[in-house]
Each structure stands twice: as structure tokens, then as C-alpha cells.
T-cell receptor, first 115, second 112 residues
Framework: GNSVTQMEGPVTLSEEAFLTINCTYT??????LFWYVQYPGEGLQLLLK?????DKGSNKGFEATYRKETTSFHLEKGSVQVSDSAVYFC??????????????FGSGTQLTVLP | DADVTQTPRNRITKTGKRIMLECSQT?????MYWYRQDPGLGLRLIYY???????NKGEISDGYSVSRQAQAKFSLSLESAIPNQTALYFC???????????FGPGTRLLVL
């Protein structure tokens, strides 16, 4: 089956620190990969995505590269801000016969950035 | 105004009660989803709907039912609530030719 494993949180960083949140996956087919972010009290929002190997998704200073050889999609940001404090979810989707574009989510990683 | 709305935002109920959570969207998407979020487990899919006449079970449908009243409305029901259904529930939508799902703000449910 399909599954996503994220590094456990919570992660606490100082402002301007470098961020890495690890994500690895197993998939029965060839997945698209996503990072969603959930700010306090809100629903999930798509942060970035990549649909094929070696693609790099980027948004708001965050980046993640689709690594097929290591089945990974690690999220990085060079300098975090207090406003980046949120829960980050890695997710995948595999298109198969009858697929409803279902997403398989990781367990989420809570990030807190201190001023 | 929000594109995906959920009502109520918070609900406390007792074991055995029937409750309904509602989701409405103005995005014109044909696909809608219900997820539950539990600490340490991420989001798990309960039910999904391709269109008004199509309803499908997700990963954890036991104890839940849904109704797609219109393209824009998708309701989740707990026929007889139990305490382990205490969770945060999210509705989401997507267009049939797009990968991105758009989430509502969530409904926090407590079953006593």
C-alpha cells in the first residue's frame, strides 16, 4: 500500500534558522508528492508539490525535491520566520484505476519558530 | 468569503446521539471529501464523492454516513456517536482535472 513517514515533532527553531522536515514514502505506483501546511485554527493549504522525479517544488521560500532513488521529499527553508509556525504535512497521491485522487498523509510535524 | 465552509465549527455531543456535520463550497468543484484528523495520525479519509450521484467509502468509513445533496454540499453524519469519534473533521474539494485539494477550516467534535 501507500504510506508517508514524517519526522516526529515538535520542532522548535529560532527565527532565521535553517529548517528541514524529513519525509519518505512508499507507493504502489508513481506518486505525485505534496506538502500541505496548517496554520493554527485553519484548514490545510497546499504549500508546494512535485509530480515527477527530480522536480523541485517551491513556494514562500520553502523547497522540496522529489527524490525517487531515496523515496524522499524533504521540506527545507533557509531562514524561517515566526509566521512559519504551523503543522506541516507531507502527502502523496498515486493515480490508479478508479482513483479518486485520494491523498495519503503523513502524521504531521509541528513547527514553532521563536523570535 | 471562504470558498469551503463547515458548520458547526465546534460541537459537543453525548454518546449515542446522531449528529450531522455540513460542508459547502463555492469553488464549483465536482469532487468532495471528508477527513478526520487525530493527533499523531495525520488525516484519514472517511468518504469521498466524485459527483452528486457518486459516493465512495474511504479508509475509515465505519460508523459514518454521508449525503451529497448538491454539487456544492456534502454532509457527514454520525448515526450513533461514540467517544473515539472525538476528532477534528475536515471537508475538502477538488476539481476533476486538478490534483490540489482545498480544505475547509474544520469542525472540532467532542463526544462525551
Amino acid at each position: 500500500g501507500n504510506s508517508v513517514t514524517q519526522m516526529e515533532g515538535p520542532v522548535t527553531l529560532s527565527e532565521e534558522a535553517f529548517l528541514t522536515i524529513n519525509c519518505t514514502y512508499t507507493a504502489t505506483g508513481y506518486p505525485s508528492l505534496f506538502w500541505y501546511v496548517q496554520y493554527p485554527g485553519e484548514g490545510l493549504q497546499l504549500l508546494l508539490k512535485a509530480t515527477k522525479a527530480d522536480d523541485k517544488g517551491s513556494n514562500k521560500g520553502f523547497e522540496a525535491t522529489y527524490r525517487k532513488e531515496t523515496t524522499s521529499f524533504h521540506l527545507e527553508k533557509g531562514s524561517v520566520q515566526v509566521s512559519d509556525s504551523a503543522v506541516y504535512f507531507c502527502a502523496l497521491r498515486v493515480i490508479s484505476s478508479g482513483s479518486a485522487r485520494q491523498l495519503t498523509f503523513g502524521s504531521g510535524t509541528q513547527l514553532t519558530v521563536l523570535p | 468569503d471562504a470558498d469551503v465552509t463547515q458548520t458547526p465549527r465546534n460541537r459537543i455531543t453525548k454518546t449515542g446521539k446522531r449528529i450531522m456535520l455540513e460542508c459547502s463550497q463555492t469553488k464549483g468543484h465536482d469532487r468532495m471529501y471528508w477527513y478526520r484528523q487525530d493527533p499523531g495520525l495525520g488525516l484519514r479519509l472517511i468518504y469521498y464523492s466524485f459527483d452528486v450521484k457518486d459516493i465512495n467509502k474511504g479508509e475509515i468509513s465505519d460508523g459514518y454516513s454521508v449525503s451529497r445533496q448538491a454539487q456544492a454540499k456534502f454532509s457527514l453524519s454520525l448515526e450513533s456517536a461514540i467517544p473515539n469519534q472525538t476528532a477534528l473533521y475536515f471537508c475538502a474539494t477538488s476539481a476533476s482535472n486538478r490534483e490540489t485539494q482545498y480544505f475547509g477550516p474544520g469542525t472540532r467534535l467532542l463526544v462525551l
